[in-house]
């Protein structure tokens, strides 16, 4: 049994996220309390009561989710004695990835993704940047539309993730990206959607935040990993320290491989996917990538206790 951890972005949050585990897990609770004392706020206060106007700020959505995927793994791991062969993170949660394989403290991370948010969140100004989620649509054809929209317009529209086969995420200026939508539903493309986020992530227009990232990612204390972890610019294993901190330079400006990510974890042996953390989006993602793999997930109690039923099985000790 090939097992890959994976670990979910932005997006995925919820008002209330951690909050049982913490009340069930020791393991659970130790992480997010360090969460609060590394940020000198209580995060905790935002995760567990919101309101939820205030958890989709990128600055506390981004460690909000870092602390619940990893007090997750903590919780996991409590019960089961499990090491991934391969790990990987969507956007945010590549920290995540790094937490699990021991190349970055978690106080650390928490502290990194906190001020990577606020980065994000002043790169440009609010309303100046848009992204659209296009469901059903040729990623060539999507391409080509991006790119004649880009050469009218002062801001560009560019994808930002490739999902799964269908599903794919465009960024870029406002003006650019509302022209993409009205253009794809011309061509017939099944659903063309604004997402309701807070900047034009994972586009060109993230770059004085990634610029503003390298000299935090500069000052860590970066150590091998246990085992690969899948880059979102790549879709490539990480292996050394050197090649982490340009990975989460870069990814910050730079889509996200999500799709050629899943594949290349298959071809390093994945068989069996445990999503940790909120939601199970990532789940939904990799299914339509691969049928052929198993899906499980930890996100409270009961998704704890069936994923541990499920490794026992498999005779994974406990």
Sequence with gaps: MGVAFVFPGQGAQYVGMGKELMEHS?????????????????????????????????????????????????????????????????????????????????????????????????????????????????????????????????????????NCPGQLVASGGAVAVEELIRRAKEAQVKRAIRLDVSGPFHSSLMQPAADQLSDDLQRQSFSVPSCPIVANYSAKPMTTIDHMQVALEKQVASPVLWEASVREMIKLGATTFIELGAGTVLSGLIKKIDKSVRLLHVEDISSLMETVTALQSEGTSI
Excluded: W
């Design 26 to 162: 020791s393991e659970a609770k130790d992480i997010i309390t360090q969460a609060d004392e590394a940020l000198g706020f209580s995060l905790s206060k935002v995760m567990f009561e919101g309101p939820d106007s205030d958890l989709r700020l990128t600055y506390y959505t981004q460690p909000a989710l870092l602390t619940v995927s990893i007090a997750c793994l903590r919780a996991l791991q409590a019960q089961v004695d499990i090491s991934p062969e391969v790990v990987a993170g969507h956007s945010l949660g590549e920290y995540s990835a790094l937490v699990a394989t021991g190349a970055l403290p978690f106080v650390d991370a928490v502290r990194v993704v906190h001020l990577r948010g606020r980065y994000m969140d002043a790169a440009v100004n609010a309303g100046i940047g848009a992204m659209a989620a296009l469901l059903g649509g040729d990623f060539e054809m999507i391409q080509q539309l991006c790119t004649e929209i880009s050469a009218a317009h002062e801001l560009p529209v560019e994808l930002a993730n490739i």
